[in-house]
């Protein structure tokens, strides 16, 4: 086990960035009681006080936090969030306010700074996203010209929100001009609410109506909230007659939706709607390979196989294996082996799912990748591409 006093010296740290990031109100119901109880084999284990606080980090601040501790750690270090069952369950927060900082109204260099990484160079394309991937440079580089609205499905961890910031920065960065706000719908119903209690809707409706690009993540979450429903649905007319470009993402479609209101149902589709897939293994393996060179990481082709054919849910589950078998080999000073990320990622894998990688099966990858057949990568060319795929 890792020594305590470093786990709360880094997590000291991270806290401190962190707090600098959001308001008081995210601070307060989301992070406050977080401490760090281990920090062992490049993992940093966080407990909170309850489930919600651990279901708002994972769901909503769980890249924050990881940025947090990239910045911070000399190694790459991963975070596991866990409840803390010796807090008292009185101490659960009330209300739910998430950080309205998370917004983009150009021009505001900081918000962008602090999220570069979410930008369409750094967005790796595969058949399970290319689709979603070509509508959205399409609609950030003419907005509202075609498409409007974008509507992009597909389960958590896939790149939805890479998408629509990559969108936003995009914007931000080629017309200077351009209002462009990004938030969660869950940042639009607590901003809603608090229109309401103080009395200032008005500038509510200003706000998400006097602007030219306006990206809602997680639009799910509008789902059996009337009111909410309701006045979105009078800024979603607006901004479309006055023909300002709308892109939203969802985990279902506007027609998995069972509690949202029909009229809303049918302006969801009014312009396109496209998803994204799990990615396949090639795509995994460009995921891995470009996260290993953000890193300045050296890893073995064989270790990015097997990485990238065990870890398949998400992309999110991907980058964090490859950074805690990163930070175990780093932290015992062990090479990067198969057989090292198989102890590491042991939790992770069950028995029955591993996939062993032989010679046989790198090979046939290899070919695959580089567009040859098994033959020639195992034949005596000495062709120049060849060379290179072995």
Request: net charge negative; charged share 25%; glycine share 6%.
């Amino acid at each position: 086990m890792g020594d305590l006093g470093d786990a709360d010296g880094l997590w000291n740290n991270c806290a401190a960035s962190i707090r600098a990031q959001v308001s008081d109100a995210v601070w307060r119901t989301t992070f406050s009681g977080a401490k760090a109880v281990a920090f062992d084999e490049g993992e940093l284990v966080l407990v909170v006080p309850n489930g919600l606080q651990k279901e708002r980090i994972e769901g909503r601040y769980l890249g924050l936090v990881q940025d947090a501790i990239d910045e911070t750690a000399a190694h790459d270090v991963s975070v596991r969030v866990e409840i803390d069952t010796d807090w008292s369950t009185d101490d659960t927060p009330e209300i739910e306010l998430p950080d309205a900082d998370l917004g983009l109204t150009t021009p505001a260099p900081s918000t962008a700074g602090r999220d570069e990484k979410f930008t369409f160079e750094h967005f790796v394309i595969g058949p399970s996203n290319r689709f979603a991937h070509a509508a959205a440079l399409s609609v950030a580089e003419t907005p509202a010209a075609s498409y409007n609205p974008l509507f992009i499905h597909g389960d958590s961890g896939l790149g939805k929100t890479h998408l629509l910031r990559g969108i936003a920065h995009y914007v931000a960065s080629h017309y200077p001009t351009y209002r462009v706000r990004y938030v969660s719908t869950e940042t639009f119903l607590n901003e809603f609410v608090e229109a309401i209690r103080t009395n200032t809707l008005p500038e509510f409706k200003r706000r998400y109506r006097d602007i030219d690009v306006l990206l809602i993540d997680d639009i799910q979450f509008m789902e059996g909230k009337d009111g909410l429903q309701e006045e979105f649905f009078h800024t979603f007319n607006e901004l479309h007659q006055n023909n300002k470009q709308i892109v939203l993402s969802s985990d279902r479609t506007p027609d998995a939706m069972p509690t949202l209101e029909d009229r809303l149902r049918s302006r969801f589709k009014w312009g396109l709607i496209t998803d994204i897939q799990r990615p396949d293994l090639e795509t995994r393996i460009a995921i891995l390979s470009k996260k290993a060179e953000s890193k300045t990481i050296e890893i073995p082709h064989d270790v990015l196989l097997f990485i990238a054919e065990n870890i398949t849910e998400s992309i999110r589950e991907l980058e964090g294996a490859l950074i805690k078998v990163t930070a175990y080999a780093n932290l015992t000073q062990q090479p990067l082996t198969v057989d090292l990320a198989s102890l590491v990622l042991g939790d992770l894998i069950t028995n029955n799912q591993k996939k062993p990688v032989t010679a046989q099966r790198i090979i046939e990858m290899t070919a695959e990748m580089f567009g040859f057949e098994v033959e020639q990568i195992i034949g005596g060319s000495r062709r120049r591409p060849l060379v290179d795929a072995r």
